[in-house]
């Protein structure tokens, strides 16, 4: 079974810098799109991030100017680049990678942005 590999998270102090990785354990055919997504303590999955396969980009509201999501095609890797990280960024964050036949998920990597 092909698990996405989550890397990256961590605790930051507010402001700071953190930059995820994504990458499936082995081959994976179809993927149209990958994208972040993350889950607060009591709050729903929300979706942070997404990337096609063209390079169109779509972010959450409170993440835009924030946070920048790029992807590597041929690797099928997908990178989360967070800067000026805000208490409310807290949260277990999950990459996502859909195919026709399957939707793809990580194991989710927590963030915590804390003084």
């Known amino acids: 079974q092909v698990q996405l590999v989550e890397s990256g998270g961590g605790l930051v102090q507010p402001g700071g810098t953190l930059r995820l990785s994504c990458t499936p354990s082995?081959?994976?055919?179809?993927?149209?799109?990958m994208g972040w997504y993350r889950q607060a303590p009591g709050k729903q999955r929300e979706l942070v991030a997404s990337i096609s396969r063209s390079g169109a980009t779509n972010y959450a509201d409170s993440v835009k100017g924030r946070f920048t999501i790029s992807g590597d095609n041929a690797k099928i890797t997908v990178y989360l680049q967070m800067n000026s990280l805000k208490p409310e960024d807290t949260a277990v964050y999950y990459c996502?990678?859909?195919?026709?036949?399957?939707?793809?998920w990580g194991q989710g990597t927590q963030v915590t942005v804390s003084t």
């Open positions: 082995g081959s994976i055919a179809g993927i149209y799109l």
């Open positions: 996502n990678m859909p195919t026709f036949q399957y939707n793809y």
